[in-house]
C-alpha cells in the first residue's frame, strides 16, 4: 500500500501534514518497501597471488555487491547471465515462503540461467533480520559468486544489544589458482579428492602471510573506545574455520541471522554457510600496536584434503592526532598474532557450540515444537562406489571412486527441475518420493565401518504434509574417516534441540534436549563422529533441499531434498510460478 502526498501538502496545517507523515511511516514499518537489484554475472580478470585470471562475478565485483532490505521489505533482483557458465543463485537462509521458485538450487527450485538469458528473483523477508548471504547455487561457481545479504530490523527496532558505532561485513572464502569448474569435473572422472584451494581469503583478499600478497591484504580501522560489530561469513567451498582478533575478544550476538544470549569468546569457529555477528570494542587508549585477524580451518580430516593455511587481515587503530592524509597503516609498530585451536581441536568446537542459546524472550520467542509428528533418523558421511568397469579410480581404492550419502544415498541431480515437477504433476522420471526415514541397515556407525562401503544412488525426496512438526536426528559416520559435516536446510530455520559424540541413544539422549532456549539456525554442524538433533515446523510448502555445505562433499551426493505439501488453507499453498522461470 502507497500513500502519496500531494503538491499542495505544503498548505496543510502542521500537525495534519505531520499525522500523514507518520501514518505513512507506520504503513511503511508494518509493510515494508520494495527494493530493486540488478545482477549482471560476468567475466572479469582478477589478480591474487601474483597471478591473474578470469572469474565469474556480480557487477563485476569480487566479492559481489551487498544486498541490504529491512524486515519486512520486498526484494527483486533481476539476474542477467552475460557469463559462458548457467548460473542461478540462492539467497542462503531466507526463508522464501510461499515463494520457492526464488530460492535458486539449481536444477531443485529451478532451471540454471542460460547465457544470454535473465531471471527476477522476488521474494518478502518475512520475520527475519539480521546477517545472511547470497551465493551462485551450481557447480562450484560460488567460488567467486557470493556476497553479504544483510536485512535490518523494521525501522525504529533497536538491537536486543547496544548499538554499535559501526557495521562490517567479513566474508572468508578461498582462492583458486585453478579454475574451479575444472577442478571438481577432473575430480568427477577420477573418482578422486578435488585439490585444495591455494589460499583463504577475507573479503576478498588473502593477506600477509601468503606469498605476493601483503599488498592484498584487508585492513579494519577502528577508533579507540568504539564498538564494531562485525558480520562475519563463511563462504569457502570447503573449509570450516576458526577465527580470531589477537588481544581483543569477541561477544557474538547472532548466528545464522536469529539473536543469541550474548557471550564472549577469544576465539570462534564457523562453518561454510553460517552467518555469526560479534561485537569488537577497541581498546579504550590508542595503543601503538596493530593486530591481526586471523583465520585458519579447522579438520579432522586426512591432511592434504583440505587448504591448511592461515588468512589474515589487520586491525589498525587510528592514531588521534593523525592529518586525514597520513598513511592509515604503520609498519614500524609491533603486530600482535592469535594463538588459534589446533587444526583438529574437536573438543573447542563442541564446548564453543554448546555455548549457543537463543534470546528466548517476549519478543524475540524460541517457539520450539515441543510434540512430534514425524521423526526421522538420517546418517550422513563418506562412502564409494565401484569404479566404471575397465577403468582405474583414484579414490580409496583403485577400484572404488568417493562418493558420499545421507541414509545411503548418494542423491543424484535431475535434468529437471524437482519444484516444477512436483507442481505440474509431472514428475515420473524426475524423482521418487520414497527417501527413507532411517537406514535401511543400521550398523555402529562411529565404530569400525562395514566392509562393504559402497552406497546407493537415486533421487529421492521425503514428503511430509503442511503443518508437520518434524524431529530429525543426523547421524555423522565413520566410514572412510570421522569429518564434521555443516548441514544446510534450505527454507526453514530450525531448533538444534540436541548434539553429542559416538552413537545417538534414542532412549537415553532425547532426555538431554533443550527444549528451553536451544540455539535456532540454517546450518549446523554434525559433529565429527557425532550427532546432532533439529526440529523445525514444516510450515513453508515446496521443495527444499538439505546438503553438506562442503562443496567436495556435496558433488559425491551428501545431499537429499524435502517436500512439503500445500496445506488446505490458501496461505498455506506454493504460488504458481513466474513466468519468466528458466527452462531446462
Not at 407 to 436: E, W
Not at 437 to 462: D, E, I, R
Amino acid at each position: 500500500m502507497a500513500m502519496a502526498l500531494s503538491s499542495s501538502s505544503s498548505a496543510l496545517p502542521c500537525s495534519l501534514l505531520m499525522a500523514a507523515l507518520m501514518l505513512l511511516a507506520s504503513i511503511t514499518q508494518v509493510q515494508g518497501i520494495t527494493r530493486y537489484y540488478d545482477f549482471n554475472v560476468t567475466m572479469a580478470n582478477v589478480t591474487r597471488l601474483c597471478a591473474t585470471k578470469s572469474i565469474v562475478t556480480v557487477n563485476g565485483q569480487f566479492p559481489g555487491p551487498k544486498l541490504v532490505a529491512r524486515e519486512a521489505d520486498r526484494v527483486v533482483v533481476r539476474v542477467t547471465n552475460h557469463a559462458q557458465h548457467n548460473i542461478s543463485l540462492h539467497w542462503h537462509g531466507i526463508r522464501q515462503l510461499r515463494t520457492g521458485w526464488a530460492d535458486g538450487p539449481a536444477y531443485i527450485t529451478q532451471c540454471p540461467i542460460q547465457t544470454g538469458q535473465s531471471y527476477v528473483y522476488n521474494f518478502t523477508i518475512t520475520g527475519q533480520r539480521g546477517t545472511l548471504w547470497w551465493h551462485a547455487h551450481i557447480s562450484w561457481l560460488r567460488a567467486t559468486v557470493y556476497g553479504p545479504l544483510v536485512v535490518l530490523p523494521k525501522l525504529g527496532v533497536p538491537y536486543p544489544f547496544p548499538a554499535p558505532y559501526k557495521e562490517v561485513p567479513v566474508i572468508f572464502g578461498e582462492w583458486w589458482q585453478a579454475d574451479t569448474e575444472v577442478v571438481i569435473k577432473q575430480a568427477v572422472q577420477t573418482g578422486g579428492g578435488p585439490n585444495v584451494s591455494d589460499a583463504h581469503t577475507i573479503n576478498g583478499l588473502p593477506g600477509p602471510l601468503y606469498n605476493c600478497s601483503a599488498k592484498d591484504t584487508y585492513k579494519l580501522k577502528v577508533k579507540p573506545g568504539k564498538t564494531y560489530m562485525l558480520r562475519l561469513i563463511n563462504a569457502a567451498l570447503n573449509d570450516e574455520l576458526f577465527f580470531s582478533v589477537a588481544n581483543h575478544s569477541l561477544t557474538v550476538v547472532e548466528v545464522d541471522a536469529v539473536y543469541v544470549k550474548p557471550f564472549t569468546v577469544d576465539t570462534l569457529i564457523i562453518s561454510p554457510g553460517q552467518t555469526t555477528n560479534v561485537l569488537l570494542t577497541a581498546k579504550p587508549f590508542y595503543p601503538g600496536a596493530n593486530y591481526y585477524m586471523s583465520a585458519a580451518p579447522y579438520s579432522t580430516a586426512r591432511s592434504g584434503t583440505f587448504d591448511n593455511t592461515t588468512v589474515a587481515g589487520i586491525l589498525e587503530y587510528e592514531y588521534p592526532d593523525a592529518a586525514p592524509a597520513a598513511p592509515s597503516f604503520n609498519k614500524a609498530l609491533p603486530l600482535h598474532k592469535p594463538a588459534l585451536p589446533a587444526l583438529n581441536d574437536t573438543n573447542f568446537v563442541g564446548n564453543f557450540t554448546a555455548k549457543l542459546r537463543s534470546l528466548a524472550t517476549p519478543q524475540y520467542p524460541a517457539a520450539v515444537p515441543t510434540a512430534v509428528d514425524r521423526k526421522f533418523f538420517f546418517t550422513v558421511g563418506l562412502g564409494t562406489h565401484p569404479c566404471p568397469a575397465n577403468t582405474m579410480c583414484q579414490g580409496p581404492t583403485n577400484t572404488t571412486q568417493f562418493a558420499a550419502s545421507v541414509n545411503n544415498v548418494s542423491f543424484v541431480l535431475p535434468t529437471r527441475a524437482l519444484l516444477h515437477s512436483h507442481f505440474t504433476g509431472l514428475s515420473t522420471g524426475v524423482y521418487s518420493p520414497d527417501f527413507p526415514v532411517s537406514p535401511l541397515t543400521p550398523f555402529n556407525y562411529t565404530g569400525t565401518p562395514p566392509n562393504n562401503t559402497n552406497v546407493a544412488s537415486g533421487t529421492k525426496l521425503m514428503v511430509i504434509p503442511y503443518g508437520a512438526s518434524v524431529e530429525l536426528v543426523m547421524q555423522g559416520t565413520s566410514i572412510l574417516g570421522i569429518e564434521s559435516h555443516p548441514l544446510h536446510l534450505h527454507g526453514f530455520n530450525f531448533f538444534v534441540v540436541g548434539q553429542g559424540y559416538g552413537n545417538y541413544d534414542p532412549v537415553k539422549d532425547p532426555a538431554k534436549f533443550n527444549l528451553v532456549d536451544p540455539v535456532e539456525r540454517n546450518t549446523v554442524g554434525v559433529p565429527a563422529g557425532g550427532w546432532v538433533a533439529i526440529r523445525f515446523l514444516a510450515d513453508n510448502p515446496g521443495v527444499w533441499f538439505m546438503h553438506c555445505h562442503l562443496e567436495a562433499h556435496t558433488s559425491w551426493g551428501l545431499r537429499m531434498a524435502w517436500l512439503v505439501l500445500d496445506g488446505s488453507l490458501p496461505h498455506q499453498k506454493l504460488l504458481p510460478p513466474p513466468s519468466d522461470l528458466p527452462k531446462c
